[in-house]
């Protein structure tokens, strides 16, 4: 003869275990099915400190960016001086935007809270590997080693809606800021 004590608790123990098991299978299987749509700007901040002539570079994280129509700004600071160090000497420096071409993305860049885009032009090279890129050339900025000077600038990315197809589903787009500052 069966005990049925002994087989409640065993069935009870089976029961428990194939109820945790189902409720972990589909709570995982729920919060997969929804996805979550961000709509406002991914702002990143990134500084520059030129105390002495050189390039200096710095990549963007374009991993918050879809074809939403929506503009991405990145806030970019570019100073002579660091806490108490200035540059001791005159600087010129040029920033320019360095991208791949994968995707069709629109940049601008604004200088000091300014309202007109200062890309000054957009052309096409290829490096050694024999892959093409976008350089978006900025005017050359000038500073002086007398003051303690900072060059703001945002970098507004737009990704048009258009293009919400699945040919861009898997492409990134690398985008590299590029400051070329050389001694006046």
Do not use: C
């Not at 089976?14 to 919060?31: A, E, K």
């Not at 600087?91 to 604004?110: C, R």
């Not at 490096?127 to 007398?146: A, P, W």
């Amino acid at each position: 003869m069966i005990d049925k004590r002994k087989f409640w608790s065993v069935n009870r123990i089976t029961l428990l275990l194939l109820f945790l098991f189902f409720l972990l299978f589909f709570v995982s299987f729920t919060f997969s099915r929804y996805e979550s749509n961000v709509e406002g700007k991914v702002v990143s901040n990134i500084a520059f400190y030129l105390l002495e002539a050189g390039t200096y570079t710095e990549d963007l994280e374009m991993f918050e960016i879809v074809p939403d129509g929506n503009n991405y700004i990145f806030e970019v600071e570019v100073s002579n001086y660091k806490d108490d160090v200035r540059s001791d000497v005159d600087l010129s420096y040029q920033l320019s935007l360095v991208t791949t071409t994968n995707l069709p993305i629109n940049y601008e860049i604004y200088l000091n809270d300014g309202a007109q885009n200062t890309i000054t032009s957009k052309e096409v090279f290829q490096d050694e590997d024999m892959m093409y890129f976008f350089r978006f050339l900025t005017s050359e900025r000038n500073f002086s080693k007398d003051s303690d000077l900072t060059d703001h600038y945002q970098i507004v990315i737009n990704f048009p809606k258009e293009y919400n197809e699945e040919a861009y589903q898997d492409l990134i787009d690398s985008v590299q800021i590029v400051i070329d500052s050389k001694q006046v």
